[in-house]
């Protein structure tokens, strides 16, 4: 089965200040998705950026850009210029590919500081 | 447009007392699930709906029950809850392969 390691539980960050969340993953795959998702205290689950396996460019999304490094199984997210909107649950995913669902990491709570 | 529907937003429960969580989406898409999220655990999947007509166990199905009512519903039922099933309960959607999910703003349950 799939796996997905988040291995910081809480990170912090200055406002603008440039951040990075870590994330690893376990799979026999060539060909499958990435994802990261922002959980503000609403509790609302917003996509940040998607990455497929097949594409060797690293995806970004204005101040959001991921490091893709396939051979590595990694996948991490950085976040330039932070905010205090960037305060928030980060969820890294794992989709297979297929009509399969999502697998997700535990998380990692970052907070900003003013 | 209304996207994911889960209803409703809170609840308590008794132990051994049953309910059924709703879920809508509006968007026609194939794929539905249901994920909890606790403490320290992440999203883990608990049942899923890949087209109308089918389910599948997903990680966590132990005391959980599904019905794809239709292509628009989702529903999950628990017959007799536990203290162990309070958790926040998450309905996602999603129309095709290539395509991102959409998450309900979910229901947060307590079981007493």
């Known amino acids: 089965a799939q796996t997905v390691t988040q291995s910081q539980p809480e990170m912090s960050v200055q406002e603008a200040e440039t951040v990075t969340l870590s994330c690893t993953y376990d799979t026999s795959e060539s060909d499958y998705y990435l994802f990261w998702y922002k959980q503000p205290p609403s509790r609302q689950m917003i996509l940040v950026i998607r990455?497929?396996?097949?594409?060797?460019q690293n995806a970004t999304e204005n101040r959001f850009s991921v490091n893709f490094q396939k051979a590595a199984k990694s996948f991490s997210l950085k976040i330039s210029d932070s905010q205090l909107g960037d305060a928030a649950m980060y969820f890294c995913a794992y989709r297979a590919p297929g009509n399969t669902p999502l697998v997700f990491g535990k998380g990692t709570r970052l907070s900003v500081i003013a | 447009n209304a996207g994911v529907t889960q209803t409703p937003k809170f609840q308590v429960l008794k132990t051994g007392q049953s309910m059924t969580l709703q879920c809508a989406q509006d968007m026609n898409h194939n794929s539905m699930y249901w994920y909890r999220q606790d403490p320290g655990m992440g999203l883990r999947l608990i049942y899923y709906?890949?087209?109308?007509?089918?389910?599948d166990k997903g990680e966590v199905p132990n005391g959980y029950n599904v019905s794809r009512l239709n292509k628009r519903e989702f529903s999950l039922r628990l017959e007799s809850a536990a203290p162990s099933q309070t958790s926040v309960y998450f309905c996602?959607?999603?129309?095709?392969?290539?395509?991102?999910?959409?998450f309900g703003q979910g229901t947060r349950l307590t079981v007493v």
């Open positions: 990455q497929e396996a097949y594409k060797q």
């Open positions: 996602a959607s999603r129309r095709g392969e290539e395509a991102e999910a959409f």
């Open positions: 709906s890949a087209s109308e007509g089918t389910t």
